[in-house]
C-alpha cells in the first residue's frame, strides 16, 4: 500500500539544539500531519498542513515548532530549541485530501532530547 | 475537551476468543480509522469507514454517525493480535485535525 517515510529513524541530540525531523508523504497526497507519542501513550495530534499553510495546531505545537514543505520536498518538522519533555517519537502522516481523510502513516521518528 | 473516548483501556484474550472496542465520540464525526500499532511501533492501517459495517478477516467494525460511535470487533483472536488499537476520527466540521482515542491494549496469551 501507500508508504510515507520517515528520517531519520532515531535521533539524539542535546537539550537547546535545534532538529529537523523529514518526512517523504504519499506522492499526490495533498493534507500532512504531525503526531506526538510519549511512550506506550496516546497519538497526539501537532499539526495539518495544506497547500504551503499550517491548517490547524494544537496546543502542543508550541513557538519553537515550525513545519514547511519547500517544493514538493521533505514535509519537515523543525524544533528550535529543544527541550526536555520534546522526547517522543513522532509520527509523519499524509491523506489524499479530495474525498477522504484516510491517513497514511510512517513508522516514526524517535527524538531523544539529553 | 476530549472528542473520542475509547474502552477498554486494556483487554486479555486467550487464542481463539473475541471482544470488542469501542469508541464514543463527543461531537459529530465524519469518519473514522482504526489502527493497529505493533511491538516495533508501527502504525497499521485496519480501516476507515463514513458510515456502516467492513469486515477483513477475523476483524470487523462498525461506525454509528448518528449515534456517536464506532466498534472494532475481533474474533478467534491470534498471538500476533497483541498490541495497541487506536481510532482516529475525523470531525465534522470540514476539520483538518483527525483525533485519536487513548488506544486499548491488547494481549492475547495462548
Known amino acids: 500500500g501507500p508508504k510515507v517515510l520517515q528520517i531519520p529513524s532515531h535521533q539524539i541530540i542535546d537539550m537547546g539544539q535545534m532538529v529537523t525531523l523529514n518526512c517523504d508523504p504519499v506522492?499526490?497526497?495533498?493534507?500532512f500531519y504531525w503526531y506526538k507519542q510519549i511512550l506506550g501513550q496516546q497519538m497526539e495530534f501537532l499539526v495539518n498542513?495544506?497547500?504551503?499553510?499550517?491548517?490547524?495546531k494544537s496546543k502542543l505545537f508550541k513557538d519553537q515548532f515550525s513545519v514547511e514543505r519547500p517544493d514538493g520536498s521533505y514535509f519537515t518538522l523543525k524544533i528550535q530549541p529543544t527541550a526536555l519533555e520534546d522526547s517522543a517519537v513522532y509520527f509523519c502522516a499524509s491523506s489524499p485530501g479530495t474525498t477522504n481523510e484516510r491517513l497514511f502513516f510512517g513508522h516514526g521518528t524517535k527524538l531523544s532530547v539529553l | 475537551g476530549d472528542q473520542v473516548e475509547q474502552s477498554p483501556s486494556a483487554l486479555s484474550l486467550h487464542e481463539g476468543t473475541g471482544s470488542a472496542l469501542r469508541c464514543n465520540f463527543t461531537t459529530t464525526m465524519r469518519a473514522v480509522q482504526w489502527f493497529q500499532q505493533n511491538s516495533r511501533g508501527s502504525l497499521i492501517n485496519l480501516f476507515y469507514l463514513a458510515s456502516g459495517t467492513k469486515e477483513n478477516g477475523r476483524l470487523k467494525s462498525t461506525f454509528n454517525s448518528k449515534e456517536s460511535y464506532s466498534t472494532l470487533h475481533i474474533r478467534d483472536a491470534q498471538l500476533e493480535d497483541s498490541g495497541t488499537y487506536f481510532c482516529a476520527a475525523e470531525a465534522g466540521t470540514g476539520g483538518y485535525k483527525v483525533v485519536f482515542g487513548s488506544g486499548t491494549r491488547l494481549l492475547v496469551s495462548p
Open positions: 506522492s499526490n497526497h495533498l493534507y
Open positions: 498542513f495544506y497547500n504551503g499553510k499550517v491548517m490547524e
